[in-house]
């Protein structure tokens, strides 16, 4: 799902959002058996997110606080498109 936001150019808050409405269509649940929330998808998400900025498919963050939310760039579309087969 996050592959998907970012080949639709979408920004940090919007990808959260879909990861977040993806898993609750989905039927995931959080520890507390309740609808997943941003915060439960940003820490699911991390591990993928370290891989894409890695990549420098996602801009590299280094600890700093994350940048106001931007479109993904051209050729993070670009990657995620191919990476999903697109």
């Known amino acids: 799902m996050i ?9 940090k808050d919007g990808r959260e959002q879909l990861v977040v ?12 058996r ?6 439960d998808a940003h820490y699911l998400m ?3 997110l370290h891989v ?3 990549l420098q498919v996602l801009p590299l963050r280094d600890g700093r606080p994350p940048a106001p939310d931007q479109p993904t ?3 993070a579309r670009a990657f995620a498109r191919a990476a999903l087969g697109l």
């Not at 409405?21 to 507390?32: C, K, Q, S, V, Y």
């Open 3 to 11: 592959l998907l936001g970012i080949a639709a150019g979408v920004g």
């Open 34 to 39: 309740e609808e997943m929330t941003t915060r």
């Open 52 to 54: 894409l900025e890695y």
């Open 73 to 75: 760039t051209p050729v």
């Open 21 to 32: 409405n993806g898993l609750n269509a989905f039927g995931w649940r959080n520890g507390d």
């Open 46 to 48: 991390m591990p993928t």
